[in-house]
């Protein structure tokens, strides 16, 4: 199932609606200001900190408001120099296709540019600054690599913090009164403290449990246990599938109990809905996918555990360099089936070895004769006559429930 992301349908539409960091909200206006007022500065504003910080959001809301045309180029995307020319070069230097609007360009994660990949890459992206009539805005997690050191020097570095927790749990219990849901502040508080000032993870975490509900009581974020693992294997699944980059994916090998198995399987279930419709990233998903398996039983069975790397990269950035991927939809990830029908296979085998072992008692017949001399003639007699057949499993000391659980 998917719906519209809350990520994208709250994204600030005005500047003053993007939460926290007034510092750099106040630093990043004074920039825009100078370009309305002539000459910048510095003619490119670097925008650095942790995901889900803001910093996208504020050039959109930025854009929106004061209704200037956004260009907007993923660095990490832009695979050739030559495409990155292509799309920004003639926008950075021609008027505006809307007459005399001003323009805004967004270099979207340039620490994503891959020096090695990309020849050039960020030598274009310098002579894009030099020659640019517009406002150029790049963003970055991590502006501290050497190799953007050039880049740095031209740019209005602005660093947007990690988001505080009275922050986060601010949006979401807005977003849930605009949703109409109606959320225990204690389960916001969890959200908010599990996303550590990522907004965007915490967002995406109140749509996972809003879904098909309309109340979020603190059982709902964690029921028995299961349900509090199933929430942290959600947002694991979700790393890997949505990484923007396939390094990210490797991120969830931090996690200090990763339980690669269960993983494994996890994927297994959902490459398929987040990767709809793109077939040929679902077969590239599964392709990885399949490798991490082989990898994984070789290391098992021959005891090789040099291979565990092999297979945990296989698993995250493998699955996640999945080619063309769609982009991001929201999906609510569900538990593997493999597991539930093992699980209720393995329930159905406990009931039959209860059954079998009364009966063998009662009549003094191994288990085996039970099963397969005993059990047949009671269920055609059940099947014909069933009060006869309540009769004779009463008499065994069986009830019928558990006769039924464990032969139908
Ligand atoms: N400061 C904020 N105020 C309001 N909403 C925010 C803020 N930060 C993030 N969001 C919400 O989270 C989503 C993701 O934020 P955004 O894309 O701006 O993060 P980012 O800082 O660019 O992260 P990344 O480094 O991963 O690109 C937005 O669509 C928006 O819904
Ligand atoms: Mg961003």
Same mark, same amino acid.
């Not at 001003?102 to 960020?122: A, C, F, M, T, W």
């Not at 279930?269 to 392709?287: H, R, T, V, W």
């Given at each position: 199932?998917?719906?519209?992301?809350?990520?994208?349908?709250?994204?600030?539409?005005?500047?003053?609606?993007?939460? =926290?960091?007034?510092?750099?909200?106040?630093?990043?206006?004074?920039?825009?200001? &100078?370009?309305?007022?002539?000459?910048?500065?510095?003619?490119a504003a670097l925008l650095y900190g942790p995901p889900g910080s803001g910093k996208t959001s504020i050039v959109h809301a930025a854009a929106y408001q004061f209704g200037w045309e956004l260009i907007e180029t993923n660095a990490s995307d832009v695979r050739s120099s030559a495409a990155l020319r292509r799309r920004v070069f003639s926008a950075a230097t021609q008027g505006s296709i809307f007459g005399a609007r &001003?323009?805004?360009?967004?270099?979207?994660?340039?620490? =994503?540019?891959?020096?090695?990949?990309?020849? =050039?890459?960020?030598r274009t992206i310098l002579e894009l600054i030099e020659i640019s009539q517009y406002p150029i805005v790049l963003t970055a997690n991590n502006p501290w690599d050497p190799r953007l050191r050039e880049?740095?020097?031209?740019?209005?570095?602005?660093?947007?913090?990690?988001?505080?927790?009275?922050?986060?749990?601010?949006?979401?219990?807005?977003?849930?009164?605009?949703?109409?849901?109606?959320?225990d502040r204690a389960v916001l508080s969890a959200i908010a403290s599990n996303a550590r000032g990522d907004l965007r993870a915490a967002i995406n975490d109140l749509q996972s449990l809003a879904m098909g509900r309309k109340r979020i009581s603190l059982e709902d974020l964690n029921i028995l246990g299961l349900r509090a693992e199933q929430a942290t294997m959600f947002e694991i699944v979700r790393s890997i599938l949505t990484a923007r980059r396939p390094e990210q994916a490797l991120g969830v090998l931090r996690l200090p109990s990763l339980d690669y198995e269960m993983l494994?399987?996890?994927?297994?279930?959902?490459?398929?809905?987040?990767? &709809?419709?793109?077939?040929?990233?679902?077969?590239?998903?599964?392709?990885?996918?399949?490798?991490?398996?082989?990898?994984?039983?070789?290391?098992?069975?021959?005891?090789?555990?040099?291979?565990?790397?092999?297979?945990?990269?296989?698993?995250?950035?493998?699955?996640? &360099?999945?080619?063309?991927k769609p982009p991001f939809k929201f999906v609510k990830y569900s538990f593997p089936e493999k597991l539930r029908r093992l699980s209720s296979l393995r329930n159905k085998r406990e009931n039959m070895k209860r059954v079998l072992t009364t009966i063998s008692q009662k009549l003094h017949v191994s288990t085996r004769v039970a099963l397969l001399e005993v059990i047949p003639y009671i269920k055609i007699i059940y099947e014909n006559d069933t009060s006869n057949a309540k009769n004779i499993l009463n008499s065994l000391g069986i009830s019928e429930r558990e006769f039924k659980a464990a032969f139908y």
């Open positions: 199932m998917s719906l519209v992301p809350w990520t994208e349908k709250y994204r600030p539409k005005r500047v003053d609606e993007v939460i =926290g960091n007034p510092d750099a909200k106040r630093k990043f206006v004074a920039w825009l200001n &100078s370009w309305i007022r002539g000459k910048p500065a510095k003619k &001003s323009k805004i360009i967004l270099l979207d994660e340039v620490d =994503g540019v891959n020096p090695r990949e990309d020849h =050039g890459g960020l880049l740095r020097s031209l740019c209005e570095l602005i660093e947007f913090r990690r988001l505080k927790k009275r922050e986060v749990m601010k949006v979401l219990a807005e977003i849930c009164r605009r949703e109409g849901v109606d959320c494994l399987q996890w994927l297994n279930e959902n490459i398929i809905f987040q990767y &709809s419709p793109s077939l040929k990233a679902i077969s590239d998903g599964y392709d990885a996918l399949s490798w991490a398996d082989i990898f994984l039983a070789r290391m098992r069975r021959r005891q090789k555990w040099v291979l565990l790397p092999y297979a945990l990269q296989l698993m995250t950035a493998g699955v996640a &360099s999945a080619r063309e």
